[in-house]
């Protein structure tokens, strides 16, 4: 199994494609996001390489833990990293497409107190508002490299 994984990454790193999908229930956060996702920084970074400025704050997911191992397999292979000014953590992320139609990204920051079955997804808008997304709601969200 994992060998066929690390093959599917390789081949998602070659040609810049979709790696997988899946689904994952909202949840409030603790409100951390907002202060580090207004760092100049992070958001310069973000636009450059993910073309927008991401809204301060992260929707966030808690997925089923059967998806814990491709996922931590995602982020410790993952070579999309900012690295902050001092005092701030790293974050990597990977670009990500929520309910089939919102482009993002998944963020893992260094420094976190979320479990580790939490996703954090971050877009140019604020979510909960445009889409009237609430806790509860299941979403999906399918990762590109």
């Known amino acids: 199994?994992?060998?066929?994984?690390?093959?599917?990454?390789?081949?998602?790193?070659?040609?810049?494609?979709?790696?997988?999908?899946?689904?994952?229930?909202v949840t409030t956060g603790f409100g951390k996001a907002a202060y580090f996702l207004s760092q100049e920084f992070y958001t310069k970074e973000f636009e450059k390489n993910l073309g927008f400025i991401p809204f301060p704050g992260t929707l966030n997911l808690i997925i089923n833990e059967k998806y814990l191992d491709n996922i931590n397999e995602l982020k410790?292979?993952?070579?999309?990293?900012?690295?902050?000014?001092?005092?701030?953590?790293?974050?990597?992320?990977?670009?990500?497409?929520?309910?089939?139609?919102?482009?993002?990204?998944?963020?893992?920051?260094?420094?976190?107190?979320?479990?580790?079955?939490?996703?954090?997804?971050?877009?140019?808008?604020?979510?909960?508002?445009?889409?009237?997304?609430?806790?509860g709601d299941i979403l999906s969200i399918e990762f590109f490299l």
């Open 76 to 135: 410790n292979n993952c070579k999309n990293l900012i690295k902050p000014d001092e005092g701030f953590g790293a974050v990597k992320y990977i670009k990500a497409i929520l309910n089939d139609e919102i482009k993002g990204a998944i963020v893992f920051p260094a420094k976190t107190t979320h479990e580790e079955n939490y996703l954090e997804f971050i877009c140019k808008d604020k979510l909960r508002d445009i889409k009237s997304i609430k806790d």
């Open 1 to 25: 199994m994992v060998k066929i994984f690390y093959s599917l990454v390789y081949l998602c790193n070659l040609i810049g494609r979709y790696l997988m999908k899946i689904e994952g229930e």
